[in-house]
């Protein structure tokens, strides 16, 4: 955008683009935060980090799809705006779409699997198959949808006669991310809940998950102006520039709140509290534990014993009467 370029009521284009850079250099400095401390505490890169990533390098695309599109239109009355000017600003539109759908499936993949590595449980891990089966079936046709929108070859002019109800495509596109963001706060609760671990501890756990709700606000607000949009078939290129706004905030909203959970101190907080659930067991989310130093103690007929155990994980710990332990030793 040029720095000269002035925010005016026929000109709302800068808006946009001011909007997208500052939600740009946000999302890079919680995703920076969130990879520094992985980087640092842990000994091994979480998987997560992988659609993470992923997701952040198409944001960054969408960052440069709309800072296209705006000076080519966005924001201004279409009747101003020359034939080159319109194809650059829908081939930048078409471009970010896809990009939407994308990120969309690849921050909530990797929810799905960091709540598959922190519980055991098999039925939590049947719930994050399915719900992973919908998101990724879901985004296959969504993909498709924001790829073709349009009759081929010109499958990019959005703003052409022969394409399908794309305003009817996001609202449902909103909807069906409602439902799933809305899986993605609640199957952290029921995680958590059965666990022996402080309120206050589970509070701050289920909290760091339920941030999602500010990504459902950002879904809600574009289901409304897809709605608002429909009744404006003219002058599409002035009336779509805060429908535009509500996809920045989806995207970029998406990524920041899922990096909230995985701040360090929260997850110390979770696996401290994760080792015992009553009927069983949640292994070290980064592998071994430590060994324990125990200590002799006496049985209730008085005889010493001694208690001894392996360094791994999986060993079992083992009583045994001082004297026999002696015998097989031999004397002295």
Not at 108 to 124: A, G, K, N, R, Y
Request: hydrophobic share 50%; proline share 4%.
């Amino acid at each position: 955008m040029d720095k000269r370029e002035a925010i005016t009521a026929s000109n709302l284009g800068p808006v946009v683009s001011l909007l997208t850079w500052i939600m740009a250099a946000t999302v890079l400095i919680a995703v920076g935060i969130k990879f520094t401390l992985s980087s640092i505490l842990p000994r091994r890169r979480n998987r997560e980090d992988i659609p993470l990533l992923i997701a952040t390098i198409l944001s960054i695309g969408f960052t440069v799809s709309l800072s296209i599109a705006v000076p080519n239109g966005i924001g201004r009355h279409q009747d101003t705006l020359s034939t080159q000017q319109l194809e650059s600003l829908q081939k930048a539109v078409y471009a970010a779409d896809i990009l939407v759908v994308l990120i969309s499936c690849c921050v909530q993949i990797s929810v799905l699997l960091f709540l598959h590595e922190i519980t055991p449980d098999l039925l939590h891990h049947w719930m994050i198959y399915c719900t992973a089966a919908v998101i990724i079936l879901f985004t296959i046709a969504s993909f498709f949808v924001a790829v073709f929108p349009c009759h081929p070859p010109r499958v990019w002019e959005i703003l052409g006669t022969q394409c399908v109800d794309q305003l009817s495509f996001w609202q449902a596109f909103a909807g069906v991310n409602l439902v799933v963001e809305l899986v993605l706060v609640l199957l952290p609760a029921l995680i958590v809940y059965p666990l022996m671990m402080e309120r206050k501890r589970k509070t701050i756990v289920i909290t760091g998950f339920a941030a999602r709700l500010v990504a459902m606000g950002a879904f809600i607000a574009q289901i409304i102006e897809a709605r608002a949009l429909k009744s404006e078939r003219v002058d599409r290129t002035f009336q779509s520039w805060k429908f535009l706004i509500t996809m920045i905030f989806v995207q970029g909203l998406s990524i920041i709140t899922v990096c909230i959970p995985y701040i360090r101190n929260l997850l110390v907080g979770m696996e401290s509290g994760m080792i015992q659930t009553g009927h069983f067991r949640l292994q070290s989310r980064h592998g071994t534990e430590r060994s324990l130093r125990l200590q002799h103690i006496t049985t209730t007929n008085g005889t010493p014993s001694k208690m001894s155990t392996n360094a791994s994980s999986n060993s079992t710990t083992r009583v045994e009467p001082a004297s026999s332990q002696r015998t097989k030793d031999g004397p002295g």
